[in-house]
């Protein structure tokens, strides 16, 4: 490990969202090559533009070997992606496109960006799985242009110590195939609780800190330690307090780790923990964690690559892929689909609105065309039947009581318990009379808190504003908990609060009667809870939407819980 420096401890904050404690050396990503450097090299100086080919060939190849490298170290799916992307960077078709452009009389540089910006539109129009490699055309494209520049390749370096990933942002193509054994945490300048960072950390089980506002000025190599449940990120610490907090963090987390269910507070109260899936595999390997079914299968991510909307039948085996792994006593809760906005669904999706989070989106595309609802019903109501599995069907941002009234019809009719999520803060100020005409309702944090703040999830620089602890959101998750236990009907949380463990406490005590959340997070959200009495989670509830702030909030709940 780097020696740690001696200079006095100097810490700074960001929005804790993966807990556990890591200390080692910063090490940077670096996202684009740096324009300086592109500047500097210009057309490259070369005599003509068969030398230029020649750069780019020897440049081409030289990041096809690292993708081969990588891939024969890699396993299963990911091996797969980097041969993939290996075959790609050589592939004969874009340097053609490059020679074309540099007799065209472009440098390097740029014929390569136009190159590669030419592969884009036509997998872009493409659709389908070749859309998806767009990213790793954008991936060679900086790795090529690096090599040629004389630049390190951009994104991760490969560490050879266990270092801490400090980064302004991540994106999947960053984080695919990291090792959570050499890369111990992620710290990001930016991004909030449900960004792409967050939800990869919490699949890798490493401490994550978000929105750490001054964390890439820290130079490389420097000792640091990372506490994901309090979100600081200290410089300086005395190495031996650093290791003995390490250790402690690995000890817990090995304790989460062999928690199996089921869950219940130390005092014997059962709570229902349940996992949020997007497909047949997700669901199966979901079906193998302590869980008591599935709180939020979301139905769009089936189709985010389909032009077409898929027919009765074909949905129906999709669905029941889902439902069969809990065909043995378990539940399903199905999500109508979510399109438009974060999530666009070619068959559905409303094109060209002005502001999309708040256009027609989920339920509401079923008002101009309700007949691609009454399909996907009738698809789920088949998979339920061919599965036995009890299916309970949710539809997303309803807004009003009459919405979730005409939906409760459809389901019902259809012999299917039928709830709504409460992703819009109107929904939560009516909680009580939405209860009055469905069976079930499903807090969606994720979008309820981007409609109470007014701020969008997908907004790096707003992360601490879409943050699930801020007072008012934690006042709409009461009201709405509170009119589930006046009701006697079960309100449930399935955005990325559930996932986490201090605040899932704070949640059982206001009333919420399940949660579900990301299959990883299930053991760590289980055996906290299964530490402290319901009357410990009701006074975390009362220190948490008491407290004036997010952070305040986390301390006092962390306070009353002793962690
Ligand atoms: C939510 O908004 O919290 C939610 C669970 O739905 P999604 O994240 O799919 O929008
Ligand atoms: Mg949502």
Same mark, same amino acid.
């Given at each position: 490990m780097t020696t740690p420096t001696s200079s006095p401890a100097k810490s700074l904050s960001g929005t804790p969202v993966v807990p556990g404690v890591a200390a080692g050396p910063v090490l940077?990503?670096?996202?684009?090559v740096s324009p300086e450097a592109i500047a500097r090299f210009g057309d490259g100086g070369f005599h003509d533009e068969l030398a230029a080919l020649e750069a780019y060939e020897e440049a081409a190849a030289a990041v096809a070997d690292t993708f081969s490298t990588k891939a024969s170290a890699a396993e299963g799916a990911a091996a797969q992606v980097l041969t993939a992307s290996a075959g790609l960077a050589r592939d004969k078709g874009l340097r053609s496109a490059v020679s074309k452009n540099l007799q065209a009389g472009q440098g390097p540089v740029e014929a390569v960006q136009g190159a590669v910006e030419q592969f884009v539109t036509i997998f872009t129009n493409m659709g389908g799985l070749m859309a998806e490699r767009v990213t790793d055309l954008r991936d060679i494209e900086r790795r090529v242009i690096a090599h040629l520049v004389g630049e390190p390749p951009p994104g991760v370096p490969t560490p050879d110590e266990p270092s801490i990933l400090v980064a302004e942002d991540l994106a999947p193509s960053d984080t695919s195939g990291l090792d959570p054994s050499l890369v111990t945490a992620l710290v990001t300048e930016r991004g909030g609780a449900t960004s792409h960072t967050a939800i990869i950390a919490r699949q890798l089980g490493i401490p994550c800190v978000v929105g750490a506002a001054g964390v890439m000025a820290i130079p490389a190599g420097t000792f640091v330690v990372v506490d994901g449940?309090?979100?600081? =990120?200290?410089?300086? @610490?005395? &190495?031996?307090e650093a290791r003995a907090r390490v250790e402690e963090s690995h000890r817990l987390r090995e304790e989460l780790a062999s928690w199996s269910g089921p869950a219940a507070t130390s005092d014997g109260m059962?709570?229902?923990?349940? *996992?949020?899936?997007?497909?047949? &595999?997700? *669901?199966?390997?979901?079906?193998a964690e302590p869980v008591q079914g599935v709180g939020l299968f979301r139905t769009e991510l089936c189709f985010l690559n389909r032009k077409d909307e898929p027919s009765v039948e074909e949905q129906a085996d999709i669905y029941a892929g889902v439902l069969s792994p809990y065909s043995d006593g378990r539940y399903v809760v199905v999500r109508t689909l979510d399109a438009g906005s974060d999530k666009p669904i070619a068959f559905a999706t409303q094109e060209g609105e002005e502001n999309p989070a708040l256009g027609v989106r989920g339920l509401r595309l079923s008002f101009g065309n309700p007949g691609l609802m009454?399909?996907?019903?009738?698809?789920? @109501? *088949?998979a339920a039947e061919r599965t036995g599995t009890e299916t309970w069907v949710m539809a997303p941002m309803v807004a009003t009581v009459s919405e979730a009234a005409d939906f409760a019809e459809k389901v019902r009719s259809r012999g299917l318990k039928a709830g709504v999520m409460v992703?819009? &803060?109107?929904? @939560?100020?009516? *909680?009580?009379?939405?209860?009055?005409? =469905?069976?079930?309702?499903?807090?969606?944090?994720?979008?309820?808190?981007?409609?109470?703040? @007014?701020?969008d999830r997908m907004a790096t620089d707003l992360a601490h504003l879409t943050d &699930?602890?801020?007072?008012? =959101?934690?006042?709409?998750?009461?009201?709405?908990?509170?009119?589930?236990?006046e009701a006697g009907k079960p309100v449930g949380v399935c955005g990325e609060a559930a996932a986490d463990p201090l605040l899932a406490t704070a949640l059982i005590g206001m009333g919420i009667s399940s949660l579900s959340m990301a299959a990883r997070a299930v053991r760590p959200v289980g055996a906290q809870l299964g530490r402290v009495t319901f009357e410990t989670c009701e006074a975390a509830a009362e220190a948490a939407l008491g407290a004036p702030d997010p952070m305040a909030a986390r301390a006092a709940v962390r306070d009353l819980l002793g962690t």
């Open positions: 940077h990503v670096r996202g684009e449940g309090t979100g600081v =990120v200290e410089q300086g @610490a005395d &190495p031996d059962p709570v229902k923990l349940l *996992a949020n899936v997007a497909d047949g &595999p997700s *669901a199966e390997s979901a079906g009454d399909r996907q019903l009738d698809g789920i @109501a *088949a992703e819009i &803060p109107s929904a @939560a100020l009516l *909680a009580h009379r939405m209860l009055e005409v =469905v069976d079930f309702l499903s807090i969606g944090t994720n979008d309820l808190t981007q409609y109470a703040m @007014a701020a &699930p602890w801020q007072p008012a =959101v934690l006042q709409l998750i009461a009201i709405t908990a509170h009119a589930g236990t």
